[in-house]
């Protein structure tokens, strides 16, 4: 990867890896949270939306009049302004009349030079960028949310500090959720590079946003319908084909979980570890809670390491976690026994007794 130059500030920042007692204590091994939620964007997206805006600028003949574009209204659309911001460069994004205020109000606030509202949905709104905006503007650079190689490569750099921060030591298995494959390209491609490529990846979707999973039990790429899982920002109706040729690799597991499973994972994260994030991050969380972790890896021990993406995402809020727990807290009539995990004491009686 290439090093910015003096006067470029990298626009991402290496996070911690923790050890969760309460999730250790729940998943019968030590569970490692790598706080990627504490990205400047507050998404993992920071390391390669950054990285591919960092190298546009590198290789670009007259960078200074770079402007920046994004089509997407959720976590890639932050990241590209906050790290256009960092970088000292303009950014626009184009969303469509859907998003929610609360998203947009986010992304003003990061520091866009414009946010334009157009079409009905994200694929009008990225038409109108391409045709309209960006066929008018030589300094514009596309930024896309998920499919380029230096996303790739800037999202791998989370391998890089977690082999630091494991004195070298190999993980027993990585976690980390997949919407269009950027993050799980890159957790893939940065174990390559440690020569780690044997270690167990459990890539992660919600139901009615399975793509990859799709993909792979039609042994050929598939396009889903629509989406219609909670969790948006898993929303990719295709997964990238680089993800799709690194899902059928031996060491890698897709696991699909419900919309129930993955809110149960952001309010339990919450009351374990005093962390918001998204429900695409906290499907990931999930896996640690209810035995669900041992039965995909049956052979993990107390003393077996296993790493657990927390992506982060900021469409989240209180509102929506208490939400999420009114109308999915029935999976927590079914839990099974993580005795003495803060986040099972937490549930409400009503919850868990009847």
Known sequence: ?????????????????????????????????????????????????????????????????????????????????????????????????????FMIAKIRTAGATEVVQIGATWAEADKYLREEILANDKDGVYV????????????SSMVEEIASQMSGAKPDAVVCS?????????????????????????????????????????????????????ATSLGATRVAEKAFEHGQRSNVKSVVLSDAEAAMGCWRLADDERLLVETACGVSVALCYDGRLKKLLP??????????????????????LAGFRREYGYVEKIATSDEGVPSTLSAPNDYTTG
Request: net charge neutral.
């Open 144 to 155: 896309p949310p998920f499919d380029h190689p230096d996303i790739w490569q800037g999202a």
């Open 1 to 101: 990867m290439a090093e910015p130059e003096p006067e470029l500030k990298k626009p991402w920042v290496e996070t911690p890896l923790i050890e969760s007692a309460a999730l250790s204590r729940a998943a019968g091994c030590k569970i490692l949270l790598k706080l990627e939620n504490l990205q400047p964007s507050g998404s993992f997206k920071s390391r390669g939306i950054g990285n591919l805006m960092l190298q546009a600028i590198l290789r670009h003949s007259s960078p200074s009049g770079i402007h920046f574009y994004s089509s997407s209204g959720g976590n890639a659309g932050l990241a590209c302004v906050t790290a256009a911001r960092t970088l000292g460069y303009r950014s626009t994004v184009i969303v469509p009349l859907s998003t929610k205020p």
């Open 178 to 230: 997949v919407g269009g494959g950027g993050l799980f390209n890159g957790v893939v491609q940065g174990l390559d590079k440690q020569r780690w490529g044997d270690v167990p990846v459990i890539a992660v979707e919600t139901e009615g946003a399975d793509s990859l999973h799709a993909s792979l039990k039609a042994e050929k790429l598939v396009t889903l319908p629509g989406i219609s899982s909670i």
């Open 299 to 320: 052979d993990l021990t107390p003393e077996s390491k296993v790493v657990v993406v927390v992506c982060g995402g900021s469409n989240v809020t209180l509102e929506m």
